[in-house]
Each structure stands twice: as C-alpha cells, then as structure tokens.
C-alpha cells in the first residue's frame, strides 16, 4: 500500500505570531477611535470654556474686587471681601428688584401657561388651517428678544403708538395713555411683552404633550360618563403632568434672567418700575460703572437660576434612573 503523506505542520512561530498581531492591529485602531472621540469633543470643550466658564468665574472676581473703571482692564484689583454683595443689597432698587423679578416671573409663567394650554389644546383639536395657525404661533419665539421690545416699544407709543390709537378709535379712551411713561402701566406693557414671546414654548411642549395621551383612556372615560372638563382634570392633566412640571421648571430659568425685553421697552424705567434683577446688573455696571456690584447682582442671578438645575433632575428622576 502507498503511504499516505502526513499533513504539513506549520511552523510553531508563525502560528503564535499572527494572533499577536491582529491583537496590536486592534489596540491600535482602538487607541486611534479614542483619540478621533476626544478630537472631536475639543470644540464643545473650547465653547463651553470661552462662553461659559471664563465669563462666570471673571464675573466672580469682580463681584469680590473693588473695582473701578481705571482698575478694570487689569484682571486683579483690590480684595474688597463681600462689600459689594452688602453695597447691592442694601439698597432699595436692589431690594424692590428682587421682589418684582419674582412677582414678574410668576405673572409672566401663569399667564404663559394659561395661554399656551389653551392654544395646545385648541391645536388637537381638528380644524382647517390647524398646521398653518401651529406654525404661526412660533413667530414669537424666533424673534430676537431686543426686537421684540422695540416691536412693542413702537405698538405702545403715547402720541403715534398702534394701541393708543385702536383705544381711541374705539372710543374707549379720550386721552393717549402712556404706556411707557407711567410706572403702573410701563409694567404691564413689559409683562404683556413677555408672555406674548414666552406662549410658544408652553404652546408647543404641551402640545406635544397631549400626543402623547393614550386614546384608550379617553374612550374609558367617555364610556363612564365623563364630560370633557372631567376628562381633562382626570385624565390629560396627570398623564402629563411631568411635562408640565419640567416646563414650568425651565420657563422659570428664562424667565427669571429676562433683559432683553426690558432694554428695548423701558430700559427699567420710569423711577425703576420695570427694574428686575439682570437690567439692574446692566445699568449698575455700565451705566453707573460699579462692576463689583453689578457681578454681584449677577452672582446672585445665577445662584437662583441654577436652583432649578436640582429641581429639574428631581422631577426628571425616573427617567434618567432608566437611562
């Protein structure tokens, strides 16, 4: 019988070799995905300290400097410890301020919810031109805000405003009222100026919202008798009810830093009627040209803001806990 040739056996060295290095390859091309994601993350890092960090941490020397307009250009100045907080707070601007930011807050977020709710549920409604009136009712929200105060600026004019003359025209008024010269009505103008820009952002989110509500529930509801007012208070208000709470929690943080508006319409004027907290920062620093304090008010600002931040996590527990 012809022998039957025994199967070649590679060498032992090639055999160990190639496992080695497709393991290198792969260490290698990981290392390099590494360094492609930490490449990229490079720009989001660089805005996030050029825009946020360096601002906030300049801004809180300030507050703790004792500042003046020959000392400004210089980053250090003399330790002044917690003069400015104490300057600021103490007087009375500073503390009417601080009132009429939180009254002017919970004004403008009542009023926002009230509207916005109310035009989400009309959008869920069926009716011609429901696509075009959802797009209109952004218009607010995309306008720059510094616009939108110098919109309203010209609507409430007393001698050639819009309003003045449709109340005259209506015979509800005999005389212009001024709108931007009387403190009472100067504030008004303000806050209708900021739930007018602040209704879209409620309007949309609960909309979005109210997709979300199952149908089966509503059909249940329907079937036990109950009227459209008791299917909203039992049924729509606490499926979203945790949407509801996380608007209300970020309408806060806009709201409560509100400038724009208040630049454009009045500049806190007349006698600091319309004076909230971030204007108040502005005309201290650049008009009465005391930075520490205004980086106070500032420092201040931005501690209440981010009070939300604990809050907004508490109400989104659940869902990051699943994440």
Same mark, same amino acid.
């Given at each position: 019988m012809a022998r039957t040739a025994a199967p070649a056996q590679k060498a032992p060295g090639r055999r160990s070799q190639r496992p080695d290095r497709a393991i290198a390859e792969v260490s290698r091309a990981s290392t390099w995905a590494r360094w492609a994601r930490?490449?990229?993350? $490079?720009?989001?890092?660089?805005? $996030?300290?050029?825009? %946020?960090?360096?601002?906030?941490?300049? =801004?809180? &020397?300030? #507050?703790?400097?004792?500042t003046s307009p020959a000392t400004i250009s210089s980053l250090f100045a003399p330790f002044a410890g917690i003069a400015n907080y104490k300057n600021a707070l103490v007087q009375a601007v500073t503390q009417s301020a601080i009132i009429r930011t939180f009254t002017f807050t919970f004004l403008s977020l009542l009023f926002q919810f009230v509207i916005g709710? +109310?035009?989400?549920?009309?959008? =869920?409604?069926?009716?011609?031109? /429901? /696509?075009v009136a959802r797009s209109l009712v952004i218009i607010p929200w995309l306008l720059p805000l510094l616009i939108t105060g110098f919109i309203f600026k010209f609507l409430f004019q007393t001698e050639a405003g819009a309003v003045n003359q449709i109340l005259a025209d209506m015979h509800l008024v005999s005389h212009p009222i001024g709108f931007l010269t009387s403190p009472g009505w100067a504030y008004l103008t303000v806050l209708i100026a900021n739930v007018w820009i602040g209704i879209p952002f409620f309007a949309v989110l609960l909309y979005s919202a109210l997709q979300d509500v199952p149908l089966e529930l509503k059909e249940a509801a329907m079937l036990d008798g109950a009227n459209a007012w008791q299917r909203l208070i039992r049924v729509t208000l606490p499926v979203i009810r945790p949407v509801i709470e996380v608007v209300f929690v970020? +309408? %806060?943080? %806009?709201? &409560?830093?509100? %400038?724009? $508006?208040?630049?454009?319409?009045?500049? +806190? +004027?007349?006698?600091? #009627?319309t004076e909230i907290l971030a204007p108040w920062a502005y005309n201290l620093t650049f008009q009465q040209f005391e930075y520490g304090q205004g980086a106070a008010i500032n420092t201040i600002l931005l501690l209440i803001a981010l009070f939300a931040a604990p809050v907004y996590i508490w109400l989104n527990r659940e869902s990051l806990r699943r994440a």
């Open positions: 930490l490449t990229f993350l $490079v720009p989001a890092v660089l805005y $996030v300290l050029f825009a %946020f960090l360096i601002p906030i941490v300049y =801004n809180l &020397i300030l #507050s703790f400097e004792q709710f +109310g035009l989400a549920l009309l959008f =869920n409604l069926n009716f011609p031109l /429901r /696509r970020l +309408g %806060f943080v %806009f709201t &409560i830093k509100v %400038f724009d $508006v208040v630049i454009g319409l009045t500049q +806190g +004027g007349p006698a600091n #009627s």
